[in-house]
């Protein structure tokens, strides 16, 4: 670039003759340099700013694009991780204490239209109604022909449908890809299972929901990602729940009962072994909730968690074991259990009328005494008793882990008068699930400890708090296993296995109030084996059973509940890999004849 | 001097372009083969579970006992009961078998005098 020189020699000689200020001629001179490298320091500026501007719209563009074609994508998995295992998406597998399956996931289609791609609508309403027979031909006909641009069709089809769906060749018939639960076992252990149906529904997948038993309580923990398919294990065992759910059904029928449950647990982990409720359902196809009538009559209610009822004497021995806890007796105690006793002016009976005059505390519960366990529960009093059926979890629902559990709220006595401390002393007057019971009969069989059911398979024992001493225990243990060998429970003998157990009979109060049905029973009997080292505690219940086999009718829980128990564990214990002890000489046996 | 700088130069470029490319095919190769494999995998998975199901299905113990009444007549299977447990000295083992004769006398009375 040539610069202009700020005194150009000629401007200045010329200025100078006319006698003008050359400085004007420097200084106009500098103006315009100067006006010139402003100018060109502007337009630099300028287009830098411009590069800049280019520069950051680029960029944002970039992210901008990039942002609008991460939203308006289908999400896909990067290909190029190298992470091992990919996230398993569907609802994790239910299994038993074994591992084999109880619940599991099928891939299925579901059906949907697009009624403007029909080709033929009249034609496809036909076919689809001779596949489907449940369809109403006139009302798809009309969503076919309508204004809809989608619409459902089934949820779920078996291949076959799908097959015959396919060879209709409509192209607005599509299918969209489904997963279902499915339980292989159908009915077994139904009222655990609960069932599963469809959340949130898309085109490309639907949501598995649980809708009641274990699937709802663990919906959540079961869909969750992170388990990465890990499977449930639950404490049941399979085998050992359809083989006392066979006994069970089968006890059902014979003994014309009306419904049944069972409970078998494990007396150190709490581990639920069985839990059974008749009748039942199939959780694959579960039916609807009754809408009127009696919530219990349903298949859906389950007897073992739900169910409350009066189990009658099978609580009497709680009662003694209190007693003996306290140190108010020991076992040769001798109680006086002629009649009469009267509490607050209610006179207290026993079974058919009995007397059975002065019995030691061990006879009382052998016999069953009603006026003997009383006399006990008034020697310990109204606020000891309480104490006790809270500690051993009476007074509330048992933490079961399925939903339903929480409608197993036992039923007390608005007011604890001395009249509701002695009918309670023999199971009456309290209303509790067979579970809350299962959970009492455990703590008499390990030694004293609080144990929680659980439906999930355990690691080792876990006990809880300490309800009685382990001495009051073994007593306890003692008297339920004589009440098997001498007392009411004579067929629960199972030779072998040592069986123990309480009988109870319970009259079934009137559902609108106003006392007792006559012959209407709750039967239960509530067993521990083997009682030499007692391991598992079974619950028998059965609602309104009645053997026939005599010239009267007989209702009570030792010709009922006890052979059905009996059997269970004659079926159950071998199955749960229990030998049964016949060789052992016991101590009880060995006569000393010498002197 | 220069020239041949510059020849030098455009040659590594064409090498580096011809390497990257070369790179970022055998990259989509791997890419292709990870996301056929990850399809095989998933597939296998959906068959491992149907075929668990199915497992599962036909081994419901209510069709093993119908299984095991209709074919009483062969198998003759009855539940398990407290009786069957036996102690391990009931059970009749097989003889345990001779040793070989590795070493052979001949015994003859041939030559016996009495």
């Known amino acids: 670039m040539i610069r202009t020189p700020l005194r150009p020699l000629a401007r200045i000689l010329d200025a100078r003759r006319k006698g003008e200020n050359p400085d004007a001629i420097e200084r106009e001179n500098l103006r315009i340099r100067h006006e010139q490298m402003r100018d060109a320091a502007r337009s630099r500026a300028e287009g830098r700013l411009l590069v800049m501007a280019v520069m950051f719209f680029c960029a944002f563009g970039v992210v901008g694009a990039r942002m609008g074609t991460l939203a308006a994508s289908e999400a896909e998995e990067p290909r190029a991780q190298a992470t091992g295992a990919s996230i398993i998406a569907s609802r994790a597998d239910i299994v038993d204490r074994h591992g084999r399956v109880m619940a599991t996931n099928m891939e299925t289609f579901s059906l949907y239209a697009h009624p403007q791609h029909m080709v033929d609508p009249h034609r496809t309403a036909a076919k689809l109604v001779s596949i489907f027979p449940e369809l109403n031909e006139e009302r798809l006909r009309k969503d076919l022909t309508g204004k809809r641009k989608f619409m459902w069709i089934r949820k779920k089809l078996s291949p076959e449908q799908k097959q015959k769906v396919h060879d209709i060749g409509e192209p607005g018939l599509l299918f969209g890809p489904r997963e279902m639960r499915l339980y292989p076992n159908g009915a077994l252990a139904a009222h655990i299972m609960g069932g599963a149906s469809f959340g949130r529904e898309g085109v490309h997948s639907a949501e598995v929901i649980g809708t009641a038993g274990i699937e709802k309580f663990f919906d959540e923990n079961l869909r969750d990602p992170a388990r990465e398919g890990a499977p449930m294990e639950l404490s049941l065992d399979l085998t050992v729940q359809a083989a006392a759910e066979r006994v069970l059904l089968g006890g059902m029928k014979l003994l014309n009962a009306k419904g049944a449950a069972s409970v078998l647990m494990d007396v150190h982990t709490g581990e639920v072994i069985s839990i059974a409720s008749l009748p039942d359902f199939d959780p694959n196809d579960r039916p609807r909730p009754l809408t009127e009538g009696d919530a219990s009559d349903s298949p859906l209610f389950n007897r073992a968690v739900q169910g409350v009822y009066e189990l009658g004497s099978t609580f009497k021995v709680f009662t003694s074991a209190q007693a003996l806890e306290l140190g108010l007796v020991n076992p040769n105690t001798v109680i006086d259990t002629s009649p009469p006793m009267r509490v607050n002016g209610h006179p207290i009976g026993e079974f058919a009328g009995k007397n059975y005059g002065p019995l030691s505390v061990s006879d009382i519960i052998i016999k069953s005494s009603n006026r003997g366990t009383g006399k006990l529960a008034l020697q310990i009093g109204s606020k000891r008793q309480q104490a006790f059926l809270k500690s051993v979890g009476f007074f509330d629902p048992v933490p079961l882990q399925i939903v339903e559990a929480t409608g197993g709220q036992p039923l007390l006595p608005p007011r604890w008068s001395d009249i509701s401390t002695v009918t309670i002393s023999y199971g009456h007057g309290i209303s509790v699930t067979p579970l809350h019971l299962a959970a009492g009969y455990a703590a008499i069989a390990n030694g004293g400890h609080y144990v929680q059911p659980t439906l999930l398979k355990q690691d080792g024992p876990k006990l809880g708090p300490r309800v009685m001493s382990e001495r009051t225990a073994g007593q306890s243990l003692d008297m339920l296993r004589k009440v098997v060998t001498k007392g009411t429970a004579s067929f629960g003998e199972v030779p072998g296995y040592f069986v123990g157990g309480k009988t109870g009979t319970a009259d079934k109060p009137k559902r609108r109030g106003g006392g007792y049905y006559k012959n209407k029973v709750i039967n239960t009997f509530a067993s521990i084996f083997p009682t030499n080292d007692p391991k598992y505690v079974l619950i028998v219940t059965l609602d309104e059973p009645v053997e026939t086999s005599g010239r009267k009718p007989r209702r009570t829980a030792g010709w009922t509940a006890v052979p059905v128990a009996a059997e269970m564990i004659r079926r159950v214990a071998p199955l749960l890999g229990l030998r049964p002890d016949i060789e052992t000489r016991h101590l009880t046996d060995i006569i000393n004849t010498s002197n | ?114």
Do not use: C
Request: net charge negative; charged share 25%; no cysteine.
């Open chain 2, 1 to 114: 001097m220069r020239s041949l700088l510059y020849v030098m130069t455009f040659m590594t470029v064409i090498g580096a372009a011809f390497w990257a490319y070369h790179e970022n095919y055998k990259t989509q190769d791997a890419l292709g083969e990870a996301q056929a494999v990850r399809a095989e995998i998933r597939d296998s998975r959906a068959r491992l579970a149907v075929l668990k199901a199915e497992w599962a299905y036909l081994n419901r113990p209510d069709r093993l006992r119908d299984l095991a009444e209709v074919n009483f007549d062969r198998l003759g299977l009855m539940a398990l009961k407290p009786d069957q447990f036996g102690r391990v000295d009931q059970i009749a083992y097989p003889a345990p078998p001779e040793l070989p004769i590795t070493d052979p006398v001949e015994i003859s009375s041939a030559g016996a005098t009495e």
